[in-house]
Each structure stands twice: as C-alpha cells, then as structure tokens.
Antibody, heavy 122, light 107 residues
Framework: EVQLLESGGGLVQPGESLRLSCAASGFTFSNYAMTWVRQAPGKGLEWVSAISANGDGTYYTDSVKGRSTISRDNSKNTLFLQMNSLRAEDTAVYYC???????????????WGQGTLVTVSS | EVVLTQSPATLSLSPGERATLACRASQSISNYLAWYQQKPGQAPRLLIHDASNRATGIPDRFSGSGSGTDFTLTISSLEPEDFAVYYCQQRVTWPPLTFGGGTKVEI
C-alpha cells in the first residue's frame, strides 16, 4: 500500500523558513516524479512544485520560485520542500503526491499524503 | 497559463440523481485533463485521467468526457459518499500545472 506522510509544518512568522518532508513507502520511490500541491484555508488546490524521479528536473509555480527548493533523497525515500521568506499568502495545507506513471512526468497524481499545515503569521 | 473554469460552483442534488460537472479550458488541452474528488478534511482522490480513463478502484458511475476545451464529469446516480468537491486539472502546458476552482456537490 502506498503511503505518503508529510511533516514539518507549523506556525512561523513572515520572513522565516520551513522545510517540509514527505516520507514515502509502498512503492519504488526512485521511479516516480513527485509534486507538492497546497490548499489555503477554504480555498481550492494550487500546484506548487514538482521534481523528476532522479531529481534532475525541478519545476515551480511563479509565486514560490526563488523562495523555495524542491529536492528528494531516493536513498531515504523522502521528498522535501524548503520554503524561505515565507509570506502570509503561503498559509495552506501542503500535500505531497506521486505521479501515476513511473519514469514519466505525466503529472497525474494518483496517491496523496494527508497534508501538513503551514501557518505564516506574526 | 491555462485557466480552467468549473461550473457550476455548487450543485444541489439528491441521492440517486445524475450530476453533470463542467470544466472549460482557456485554450485547447487535447485530452490532458484529470478529475479529483475531495471530501472535508481529506486529501484529493484521483477519479479520472486523460479526460475519460477511470483511475483504479473508481466506480463506473463516474465517467469523464470531452476534448479540446470542454470537459464533463458525470456521476450517473449519486451515492451519499459522492457529496464532495470536485476539481479538474490540466497537464498539457506547464509549469504551472493548473486546477479549476472546484464544484461542490451538495445535498
């Protein structure tokens, strides 16, 4: 059974940093591209970032580009999102998700974690 | 950026009724559209990919259709567990990947 378990969320002040983690199990992590999607309270889904299976390709939405870094450790089956210079508008539940098809960037997400809440407030 | 517009925002129906949800893209996205279901406090769940392909384990009362700019998710006969928010998502032109604003199916 695929399991994705996010951690690292919490309450931070504007301008501070946070590192989110997503521990994966139940599948061959190194074969799958991964992504982060967020959801502000009471709002819809917003794609944040994606990374290829081997980590060579990274992609970001404009609002986090330059402030965030996605990475992965395939030896530890873990996905990361380093978020710097956090703003109030970054407040959201952050989900990690796995793509449907191995060895591709087909960007259909068939397994999701339960999410971790990031709150940016003074 | 491809903008996805979902309609209606809210759909009020009863169990057993048919639900028809629409998703319109600002430019052609071929058939590169997925549908997700999200219940309160839960992560999204993949229902349909590539416009009409049901994901593993999804009941056949869920069906998707469309291509180009206009897409439809149909739930043939609503079950109590189907009352949720539904999102469409495109993957033809990215970054950024984009989601629609969602349709809430309520009783």
């Amino acid at each position: 059974e695929v399991q994705l378990l996010e951690s690292g969320g919490g309450l931070v002040q504007p301008g501070e940093s946070l590192r989110l983690s997503c521990a994966a199990s139940g599948f061959t992590f190194s074969n799958y591209a991964m992504t982060w999607v967020r959801q502000a309270p009471g709002k819809g889904l917003e794609w944040v970032s994606a990374i290829s299976a081997n980590g060579d390709g990274t992609y970001y939405t404009d609002s986090v580009k330059g402030r965030s870094t996605i990475s992965r450790d395939n030896s530890k089956n873990t996905l990361f999102l380093q978020m710097n210079s956090l703003r109030a508008e970054d407040t959201a539940v952050y989900y990690c998700a796995k793509v449907l098809t191995p060895s591709s960037m087909n960007m259909v997400f068939d397994d999701w974690g339960q999410g971790t809440l990031v709150t940016v407030s003074s | 950026e491809v903008v996805l517009t979902q309609s209606p925002a809210t759909l009020s129906l009863s169990p057993g009724e048919r639900a028809t949800l629409a998703c319109r893209a600002s430019q052609s996205i071929s058939n590169y559209l997925a549908w997700y279901q999200q219940k309160p406090g839960q992560a999204p769940r993949l229902l349909i990919h590539d416009a009409s392909n049901r994901a593993t384990g999804i009941p056949d009362r869920f069906s998707g259709s469309g291509s180009g700019t206009d897409f439809t998710l149909t739930i043939s006969s609503l079950e109590p567990e189907d009352f949720a928010v539904y999102y469409c998502q495109q993957r033809v032109t990215w970054p950024p990947l984009t989601f629609g604003g969602g349709t809430k199916v309520e009783i």
